[in-house]
């Protein structure tokens, strides 16, 4: 049964990899390789537990700690609240292996002599996880389908939290993603990754901030800015301001950038 | 006309210990060249910064006039290289690897099919296109990763034991493929067996402490009635130390 269906995703891999629709983009190899890398987290348990995990936990969180039917209104605000905290942990565990399982079978050396630019790998590999993210999303619209028949929420503010989770999953994934090239130890990439993250989500907690308020104002400031849990804050609230969009955009980026001069000096290792 | 292949001093230093120490040779269209050395004698580390995955601590190497380091995806557009060990995606089927790695050197459609399809034919893979490469044994696995640096005809073959794992028939063939591709390609192969040496290349080069000691036609090699075994150990063991 399990080699039947695994048989069938290959297939599906091949078949997409044969056929699917390829446009004369620059960026196609990083698209290639983004879609090998999906196929490939489907070909093993590593999806299937990811999202039943993640699919559970927002569940329990949101009906549980969220008190979701005892707010007495309908929106997804418990649900958002817990989204960043689960993806803290279960994203770390996505990124661990994504360059040291390439450096464990060794395929980084086929990979990486391939024709294709360092960063379309770096790039292809990252879009891969971001895209596996959403789908773990999108598999709970069950709990948007809920709050639509029990009441009428707004379903505006729900997608732009959607668009948030994506977001910080994105930010995540993109630190995660550096860590891993900098390691081939599995465990040190998952609790370097949790670490740096939880710096990152903490920063605009207000046990940090008023820490830092009443030593250094300035940093208390800097902090903030630099907090992911404040910028995804507003996306909850169905507000995407252009600030938030350039945070994420220039967090990823430069982690991604950080992927590429890593890997790039530690590939042979 | 240039070497398809120029290499020139080229060195890797890993700390204080260097594992190749300015190798330099160059190979022409229609030459095989036979890599010979002890385990640890720096062929697998030169390879890879023929194929540009190490960058050299000093030296370059070109690859059909391009720089392996300044200009490296036209370098590797004209390379087929198989990796030490014949690394390949193991959840993947033969086929949709194949057709993986053919999409990122930019093949589409029915010439993508077609090429991928040529490549399982000259490396008798048609059998096992739809299993998943986890599932195949040595042989299979090195024939894959062989039929991946075939598949675009790459003017430049660099491979890394490309009969390791095979057994008797499967080598045969090996070398008779390496063989009939020969006129038209440099190639580069790594190798243990000596026999295999006398059976494909015009050239051997042996390397040892990361220096080439002799870069001479095999039949060179075993004048004076000795075996290139013979001429291989008294070379290579030139030195009680031996090289880790």
């Known amino acids: 049964m399990g080699g039947m269906f695994r048989r069938l995703c290959d297939?599906?891999?091949?078949?997409?990899?044969?056929?699917?629709?390829?446009?004369?983009?620059p960026?196609?190899?990083?698209?290639?390789?983004?879609?090998?890398?999906?196929?490939?987290?489907?070909?093993?348990?590593?999806?299937?537990?990811?999202?039943?995990?993640?699919?559970?936990?927002?569940?329990?969180?949101?009906?549980?700690?969220?008190g979701f039917f005892a707010r007495g209104q309908a929106d997804l605000m418990p649900f958002f609240s817990f989204v960043p905290w689960l993806f803290l942990f279960l994203v770390p565990a996505?990124?661990?292996?994504?360059?040291?399982?390439?450096?464990?079978?060794?395929?980084?050396?086929?990979?990486?002599t391939l024709p294709l630019p360092q960063w379309q790998a770096v790039a292809g590999k990252f879009l891969a996880a971001w895209a596996f993210c959403g789908i773990a999303l999108g598999l709970t619209f069950p709990l948007w389908i809920t709050v639509n028949v029990l009441g009428n929420p707004d379903n505006g503010v729900i997608l732009t939290g959607y668009v948030g989770c994506l977001l910080v999953a994105g930010a995540y994934l993109a630190v995660g993603a550096a860590v891993s090239a900098a390691t081939k130890n599995q465990v040190i990439a998952f609790v370097l990754a949790v670490a740096i993250c939880?710096?990152?989500?903490?920063?605009?907690?207000?046990?940090?901030?008023?820490?830092?308020?009443?030593?250094?104002?300035?940093?208390?400031?800097?902090?903030?800015?630099?907090s992911v849990a404040d910028r995804f804050g507003g996306f909850t609230r169905g507000?995407?301001?252009?600030?938030?969009?350039?945070?994420?955009?220039?967090?990823?980026?430069?982690?991604?950038?950080?992927?590429?001069?890593?890997?790039?000096?530690?590939?042979?290792? | 006309m240039a070497a398809l292949i120029e290499i020139e001093k080229l060195t890797k230093r890993f700390g204080s210990f260097t594992a190749v120490d300015e190798v330099s040779f160059s190979v022409d269209r229609g030459e095989v060249l036979g890599f010979l050395g002890p385990n640890g004698a720096g062929k697998s580390t030169t390879m890879r910064m023929l194929a540009g995955f190490m960058?050299?601590?000093?030296?370059?190497?070109?690859?059909?006039?391009?720089?392996?380091?300044?200009?490296?995806?036209?370098?590797?557009?004209?390379?087929?290289?198989?990796?030490?060990?014949?690394?390949?995606?193991?959840?993947?089927?033969?086929?949709?690897?194949?057709?993986?790695t053919a999409s990122i050197r930019g093949f589409r459609g029915s010439e993508k099919a077609d090429r991928v399809a040529?490549?399982?034919?000259?490396?008798?893979?048609?059998?096992?296109?739809?299993?998943?490469?986890?599932?195949?044994?040595?042989g299979f696995k090195r024939r894959v990763g062989l039929a991946q640096a075939l598949l675009h005809d790459p003017p430049v073959l660099v491979l890394d034991e490309p009969t390791d794992g095979l057994d008797p028939n499967q080598k045969h063939e090996v070398r008779e493929l390496i063989r009939r591709m020969a006129p038209t390609k440099a190639i580069v192969i790594s190798t243990h067996i000596l026999e295999e040496v006398d059976a494909v290349c015009t050239r051997a080069i042996i390397i040892a402490r990361g220096k080439v000691i002799v870069d001479a036609p095999p039949r060179a090699l075993e004048v004076e009635g000795r075996s290139l075994e013979q001429v291989f150990r008294s070379l290579t063991l030139g030195t009680p130390k031996e090289a880790a």
């Open chain 1, 94 to 112: 996505l990124t661990m292996r994504l360059w040291a399982e390439e450096r464990r079978h060794g395929t980084i050396e086929l990979l990486l």
């Open chain 2, 55 to 100: 960058p050299p601590t000093a030296g370059t190497a070109r690859i059909c006039g391009a720089d392996v380091a300044d200009n490296p995806v036209e370098a590797k557009r004209s390379l087929g290289f198989l990796p030490e060990g014949a690394p390949t995606y193991p959840e993947m089927s033969v086929s949709g690897f194949l057709a993986f």
């Open chain 1, 11 to 25: 297939l599906l891999a091949a078949g997409w990899l044969m056929w699917g629709p390829q446009a004369g983009l």
């Open chain 1, 239 to 269: 507000v995407i301001t252009l600030r938030d969009l350039v945070y994420f955009g220039s967090f990823i980026g430069f982690w991604l950038f950080v992927n590429a001069v890593v890997l790039d000096l530690k590939k042979a290792d």
């Open chain 1, 27 to 66: 960026c196609r190899p990083a698209l290639i390789v983004g879609r090998r890398e999906l196929a490939a987290y489907f070909a093993t348990p590593v999806a299937y537990v990811f999202i039943v995990i993640f699919l559970v936990l927002a569940g329990a969180l949101t009906f549980t700690l969220g």
């Open chain 2, 118 to 138: 040529l490549a399982m034919a000259q490396t008798q893979l048609e059998g096992v296109r739809l299993q998943p490469i986890e599932t195949l044994s040595k």
């Open chain 1, 198 to 226: 939880f710096v990152f989500a903490a920063a605009g907690s207000p046990v940090i901030t008023e820490f830092l308020s009443n030593r250094m104002p300035a940093l208390a400031e800097a902090a903030r800015g630099l």
